[in-house]
């Protein structure tokens, strides 16, 4: 882990709104957050809508789901991702703050969601639905896996573009001088050339690109949703492992950091500790592991 100051590379120059009108004294708005989650849910979408479309893909040449049930599917998904990701950011991240401003709670305009938190509305909407439609609960687990990487991809270069969740200080020749006097502040101290890693980026290439690539690669040609939750597993164990990894250059969120504990530590103990990320982060690559080996130990149909 670097510290230390560096010329950097300079912040690039875009805005977070694409475009933006003000009518009527509103400001409306179209932000590369948002589009960012938009594109990236159409086009999993279309990867999902691929892979039920071919029945020689799954267990009996059988589908888990049609594809007028995928669509409702959907629907549930975006409603799970936006209630547990925020959810998830208030009882986790600030929950003294929104426990006094229980008004802003729904205020998702200002930012401010937990992907660990989308995980278990998927988690808790993907369980309701199997159950209300009598599906394979494995198979549709499958299919929303090989849908996510599109959207955690793009989202992540948006949080790039936002100027948000950058990381640890660096010297590294490839580091980025984000603005803000928070990116600014290295060691407690304002200083004008503070290069830190862009972490954002590194879980997109790892959690986005890489993760989706290996998806992809195994359900159109390595024969996982054969196995039921073969391809779900490898989700929960590629995506902890990214984010364990990525947590050790990744700027801890403010609310930990102090002047006994300047790694952001959400749980330390003599000199050794995990980030609130990596805490969230371990039991996914645990239970991820475990569902591929159960997955695996059953005979290939």
Known sequence: MESGMSTGLPFPDISPEIFALNLF?????LRWYALAYI?????????????????????????????????SLLTWVILGIIAGGRLGYVILYQPAFYLAHPAQIPALWQGGMSFHGGFVGVVL????????????????????????????????????????????PTSLPWGVVFPGDAAQTCAGIVLGQCARHPSQLYEAALEGLLLGALLIWLAFRGGALRRRWLLAGTFFAVYG???????FVRQPDAQFVSEGNPLGLALHWQGWGLTMGQILSLPMLVVGVAVIVMARRKPAP
């Open 25 to 29: 004294g509103i400001h409306l708005a």
């Open 39 to 71: 594109v990236g849910i159409l086009i999993g979408w279309r990867l999902a809508v691929a892979a039920v479309r071919r029945p020689g893909l799954w267990p009996a040449a059988t589908p888990p789901m049609t594809q007028a049930q995928l669509e």
């Open 241 to 247: 492992a990214a984010r364990l990894l990525v947590e």
């Open 125 to 168: 909407t993907i369980l309701i639905f199997a159950r209300r439609n009598a599906l394979p609960l494995g198979g549709v687990a499958d299919v929303i896996a090989l849908a996510a990487p599109p959207a955690i991809l793009l989202g992540r270069i948006a949080n790039f573009i936002n100027a948000e969740l950058w990381g640890r």
